[in-house]
């Protein structure tokens, strides 16, 4: 089975509380509107589009933080979709996301030892203390950070403790959600740097959500463009970045503003 | 013509030596826009928001000189000082979310800067509000007055921003990271937005980012920064070109640039890291505060 | 890179440390009551009757801070009064928050019917008047140290669950849970491992300042006379009794008086010295 994930028909209506009405339930928006898509196994692949595309309500989808409601979301040949909260559990160690923002994705008052031992000790892992600092070194973080709290952290810093949290439970596969949107330049050339190392050492197959289409060419094997919730292009990163066939995508890529002041940019 | 020099301008946490800006010494021409590059907190931010007066309270300035137009804002008393800000001088801030007053309609949002500073009566400001409007290019400005900012996206609202930031005709702009909480796409069209009311009005600019591709789109020269001390100042061809310092060369170097893939995307090297910090104490050494 | 904006120093823990102090006294003056007092609070001997503290002229020696109209020693009555406030503060505050702050949580991280049928119990809850409720339980339980401590839970307990349901929710849009989620934490292991730390600073202000509160109930009501119905002296009492004769004998009324006002003050002083000292997000 060399599709890790198989989408068919995905579709995701969420309620729209800024527009609950004082009796009666909120009116509901379609947020992703039947897409269909694969991820093989090793593939890294982009997901992009801008706000209100509906991307990282499909990443959600995928590691079934929300339940679809149309529509299939099959992991590793088995249909997911519809599964209990209680029946999805044992397969969280196979698929886990690492968050845009650390500030909110790591729990201020736990240790950053902690936090990334939380998930081994749920999984039953033996040793999970070692497992934890086996992941900081493969994240390129020094042992004593176990010991800190989150905000003792820079932000790149932080970033990468989430990387290691997620990679520590040796998963199939990752979500990135925005996780390089925050930091500046230097920090995030630095955890892509690390991502690709990690895809390389540990195959992992991963799903790269972000705005920012020059990242995105430099890391992803295939690319997505969501657009409104509906997928207008899905096609290999040379292949779209040379022929971009849809509207939406040859907008989102003259609109990149290239390091260059002798770029055409009209 | 300087509209705007800073000398030797040096920023601490009131009470304590550790300096957030060191010695930085700028000069932004008249109609002239110029970017402030560097890393987060290395004090891009910090001073845009010197020169407006707008420092945080627990922060004050050590020393240094800023004249706006000839005239030494820091030796005015306070109150000349605010009058000469508030009439020459305007914010783009960078969240156009929390800079908006929420339980405001936008109308009186904009006309408060032409009543009052510039003193008009509220028909002609309201006229005006609306022409600022339709300059920012807003479809249906009537409606848009009337609204409340949660009704309105995230690039309107950014429009509006600038609109307000211009109304009072300002001879100097800080725009602090006006585009980074948007879309790539809603970004070119703000930026090509600040670019074409900048020319019309002949407006200075200070313009703060992070971001090395929007700096080449918006800006005729720039001063990077590293832990508040300007590491080198240029015009954007050189810049790009033939950049002096190896802290420029690096961040260039960590930039990725989608029409060249291959190219390894290097981030700073730590020996580039200690030799800039290594710059950074020499001058704290010969400061005295 | 370490940039400028590191952290302002904070006060060192002055308003912890005097706080504490005066809860200490206050434990050791309750526990120790009898030790520590030179006479009986509630004998009485109608010949020293009025006799004011050490310091002004005309004092009588053994008795520190003079006595009532009827003869008692008033320290001895401050020391064993604060028996009666003490218990009341530590039981009946502790309950309270105990039962508000579950069921708060509950509500904020659950969500969904569990919410709906909290938060209307709540709103109904607090629609009755307090002081008019508190008079109602205790007419129908009867005065004592148990009826007023049931009273005080009973009324207070939505003050917890309203604020820490708040908490609760902020801290439930954040990422953490969602990310504790995808690690496979049940929902009610996330509430208590997750976002009960994060809500827990607000939770030691609330229960110390309820300690304060509870205090000053008891006082009203031993005011009122709803209070414990033996002879045991509480602060609340004294004031009472003291405004009669507080032209001649002002010390009865302004002792006790000063020593509740401080002990309310440190209780709400100790819960924010410790949430400042503590957290180590705020160090």
């Not at chain 1, 982009?46 to 409601?69: D, H, M, W, Y």
């Not at chain 2, 290019?137 to 848009?144: A, L, N, Q, W």
């Not at chain 3, 030179?38 to 006595?67: I, K, N």
Request: aromatic fraction near 6%.
């Amino acid at each position: 089975m060399s599709d890790l994930y198989a989408v068919r028909d995905l579709s995701l209506t969420l309620p729209d509380l800024t527009r609950k009405p004082l009796f009666g339930p909120a009116p509901h928006t379609e947020i992703l509107k039947g897409l269909s898509f694969t991820i093989r196994k090793g593939a890294i692949l982009g997901i992009v589009g801008g706000s209100g595309s509906g991307k990282s309500t499909l990443g959600r989808a995928l590691v079934r933080l929300l339940e679809p409601t149309g529509g299939s979301v099959s992991f590793e040949g088995r249909d997911i979709t519809h599964l209990t909260e209680g029946e999805i559990r044992p397969l969280r160690r196979r698929f886990q996301m690492i968050f845009q923002d650390p500030m909110s994705s790591l729990n201020p008052r736990h240790r950053v030892g902690q936090l990334i031992a939380a998930p081994l000790r749920l999984h039953g892992v033996a040793d999970p203390r070692k497992a934890a600092l086996d992941a900081l070194d493969h994240v390129g973080l020094p042992r004593e950070l176990a010991g800190r709290y989150p905000h003792e952290l820079s932000g790149g810093q932080r970033q990468r403790v989430g990387i290691a949290r997620a990679i520590a439970l040796k998963p199939a596969f990752i979500l990135a959600d925005e996780i390089v949107s925050g930091l500046d330049v230097s920090s995030q050339a630095q955890v892509l740097v690390l991502l690709e190392r990690l895809v390389a050492d540990l195959g992992l197959t991963l799903a790269f959500i972000s705005h920012d289409m020059s990242v995105v060419r430099r890391l992803c094997s295939r690319v997505l463009v969501l657009h409104r919730g509906e997928i207008v292009e899905d096609a290999p990163t040379a292949e779209l970045f040379a022929n971009p066939r849809a509207a939406y995508t040859r907008e989102l890529l003259d609109a990149i503003p290239l390091p260059d002041p002798d770029q055409s940019w009209a | 013509m300087s509209y705007l020099t800073i000398t030797d301008l040096s920023v601490r946490l009131a009470g304590s030596p550790a300096r957030l800006l060191r010695d930085v010494s700028l000069t932004v021409k008249s109609g002239e826009v110029h970017g402030l590059v560097g890393e987060s907190g290395a004090g891009k931010s910090m001073i845009g928001k010197a020169v407006l007066g707008i420092l945080p309270r627990a922060v004050e300035i050590a020393s240094g000189r800023i004249e706006l137009d000839g005239a030494d804002l820091l030796q005015l008393p306070a109150k000349e000082h605010r009058r000469r800000i508030g009439r020459f001088c305007a914010l783009i801030p960078q969240d156009p979310l929390t800079a908006l007053n929420p339980s405001r309609r936008i109308a009186p949002q904009i006309m408060n800067r032409l009543t009052d500073i510039l003193g008009w009566e509220a028909s002609r400001a309201r006229k005006r509000a609306a022409e600022l409007l339709d300059e920012v290019h807003i479809p249906d400005p009537e409606r848009v007055l009337k609204s409340y900012p949660h009704e309105l996206s995230g690039g309107m609202r950014q429009r509006i921003l600038i609109a307000s930031a211009f109304a009072a005709e300002p001879k100097f702009i800080v725009a602090d990271e006006p585009t980074t909480a948007l879309d790539v796409t809603v970004q070119k069209q703000i930026l090509k937005l600040i670019r074409e009311m900048q020319a019309r009005h002949d407006t200075a600019m200070l313009f703060v980012t992070h971001d090395l591709g929007v700096v080449s789109k918006v800006c005729q020269s720039l001063s990077v920064l590293y832990a508040g001390k300007v590491v080198e100042a240029t015009d954007i061809a050189t810049f790009f070109r033939a950049p002096a310092h190896a802290y420029s060369r690096a961040l260039l170097a960590a930039t990725p640039k989608y029409t060249d893939p291959d190219a390894s995307l290097i981030p700073v090297p730590p020996t580039v890291i200690e030799a800039v910090r290594a710059e950074v104490e020499a001058a704290d050494e010969g400061w005295r505060g | 890179m370490a940039d400028g904006r590191s952290r302002v120093r904070r006060r060192a823990g002055v308003r912890l440390w005097l706080s504490g102090g005066w809860l200490v006294v206050l434990v050791l003056a309750a526990v120790f009551a009898p030790l520590l007092s030179p006479h009986s609070p509630l004998e009485q001997d109608l010949f020293l009757g009025r006799m004011p503290p050490f310091w002004v002229d005309g004092a009588e020696p053994g008795y520190y801070l003079g006595t009532d109209s009827l003869g008692r020693d008033v320290l001895a009555r401050i020391l064993y009064g604060a028996r009666v406030a003490l218990i009341v503060a530590l039981v009946a505050g502790t309950l309270t928050g105990l039962i508000g702050s579950t069921l708060g949580l509950l509500a904020g991280y659950l969500r969904g019917w569990v919410d709906v049928v909290i938060s209307r119990l709540i709103d109904i809850w607090m629609a009755f008047p307090p002081v008019l409720f508190s008079i109602l339980l205790i007419a129908v339980m009867g005065p004592g140290l148990v009826s007023i401590i049931i009273a005080i839970v009973v009324i207070d307990w939505t003050r917890f669950a309203r604020v820490v349901r708040a908490e609760a929710m902020a801290q439930g849009a954040m990422d953490y849970p969602a990310s504790a989620q995808v690690a496979g934490r049940t929902r009610l292991s996330t509430m208590v491992v997750e976002i009960l730390p994060n809500v827990l600073p607000t939770i030691v202000v609330l229960l110390t300042l309820e300690m304060g509160i509870a205090v000053i109930v008891e006082a009203i009501l031993s005011f009122v006379n709803l209070s414990i119905s033996t002879d045991d002296p509480t602060w609340g009492g004294m004031i009472s009794e003291g405004r009669a004769s507080i032209h001649q004998a002002w010390w009865v009324m302004v002792l006790p008086l000063i020593a509740l006002f401080l002990t309310v003050l440190s209780f709400s002083q100790f819960g924010e010295g410790l949430k400042d000292r503590f957290d180590p997000v705020l160090r």
